[in-house]
């Protein structure tokens, strides 16, 4: 076994720091740390946290590892904190490493961040590739923050256990659940910032977007209907009863078989990721710019179809790949 997977299984955090690092990059190394590592995972419970920017996702998160560490102290808690490349979010990103030092410090929690990219289909490779290595290393919980763009909330579905959707009263016109696929996605609803005046018609206009996605509830414990909290994710109040909440979710998931059904889920979103990426890579391999450019080229005054192009690009590609 490598030194650098011995290391990470005896709970050495800069061998983790450093794995995590590798496998981020892509690396050969990263690789076969992961390789390595990959029959001790399958423990972990990852939680996935999103919701609108700002609405209060890493002060509850914050919270959650707080609670969860006092809870049991034997319990190692990781977060993964997935940084959005936008601009103007740079300043709350900051924040966030600021407030999350003092639970940094210790010793059962792990924290990382991690750059999206804005790569499409990146967030969910990368943070699954990561989430493993935390797995194996035998984190108990993985909290992965994300801020909910449209296409990360899907991803984050094909990555957690439970998602956590964090919703705020004043954060534009209309809650941010309206968005599409938003609801089918959530676990557990938590009503941020209660604290503000306009909460009440926040969780009306929750509760009825819930109703709509789960018309006739069934009271046999079969269908599990996302329970809407209210918390202050600034002074803890409420965040108890999301901890239970996320426990309540697991014994429900091993209750009925969808546990294993999600871990499956996931490990074939990651199989099917990393199959497109390499599709991806060895495509760019064989096919030289300049011949992509004249395809493109074809494309742009309507002589090629978008379809008969990949055809020819394959083409080409595969007499390369032969050769
Ligand atoms: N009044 C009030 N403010 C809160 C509450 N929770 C968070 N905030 C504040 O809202 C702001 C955003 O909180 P964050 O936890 O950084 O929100 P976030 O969702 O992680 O933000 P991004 O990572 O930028 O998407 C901060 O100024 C917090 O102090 C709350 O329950 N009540
Ligand atoms: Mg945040």
């Known amino acids: 076994m490598p030194e650098l997977v011995q290391a990470i299984l005896q709970g050495d955090r800069r061998a983790l720091a450093r794995s995590i690092t590798l496998v981020e990059n892509d690396t050969a190394q990263g690789q076969q ?3 390595a590592l990959f029959p001790k995972t399958g423990k ?3 939680v996935g946290i999103t919701g609108a920017s700002g609405a209060g996702k890493s002060s509850l998160v914050n919270c ?3 609670i969860l560490i006092q809870q049991d102290p034997k ?4 977060v993964i904190a997935v940084d959005p490349t936008s601009p103007f979010s740079g300043g ?3 924040g966030d490493r600021i407030r999350m030092r003092a639970i940094a410090e210790n010793p059962n929690v792990f924290i990382r961040s991690m750059a999206s990219r804005g790569a499409l289909g990146g967030l969910a490779h990368n943070t699954q590739a990561v989430s493993l290595v935390l797995d194996a290393a035998g984190y108990d ?3 992965v923050e994300t801020v909910g763009a449209g296409q990360s909330e899907v991803e984050i579905a094909s990555l957690a256990h439970s998602v956590l959707v964090v919703e705020a009263p004043g954060l534009g016109d209309d809650i941010q659940a309206a968005k599409a696929g938003i609801m089918e996605i959530a676990d557990i609803l938590v009503l941020n910032k209660a604290d503000k005046a306009d909460v009440d018609a926040a969780e009306m206009a929750l509760r009825s977007m819930l109703a709509m996605g789960y018309p006739s509830t069934k009271t046999d414990g079969s269908v599990w209907v996302p329970p809407i909290l209210r918390t202050v994710a600034t002074d803890g109040k409420g965040v108890a009863e999301v901890v239970n909440a996320i426990q309540a979710h697991a014994e429900f998931l091993h209750s009925t078989g969808t546990w294993q059904q999600r871990d499956q889920t996931r490990l074939r979103a990651f199989l099917h990721g990393l199959l497109e990426r ?5 495509w760019q391999q064989f096919i030289q710019k300049e011949e992509f450019k004249q395809v493109l080229k074809k494309i742009y005054i309507h002589e090629l179809s978008p379809y008969a192009a990949v055809e020819q690009l394959q083409s080409i590609s595969f007499l390369k790949n032969s050769h």
Not at 75 to 78: E, F, K, W, Y
Not at 278 to 282: A, F, G, I, M
């Open 92 to 94: 709350s990103v900051l």
């Open 64 to 66: 959650l590892v707080d």
């Open 75 to 78: 319990l190692q808690v990781a």
């Open 33 to 35: 740390t992961l390789d």
């Open 44 to 46: 972990a419970h990852v």
């Open 278 to 282: 390499k599709r991806n890579q060895e």
């Open 141 to 143: 919980f993985i909290l």
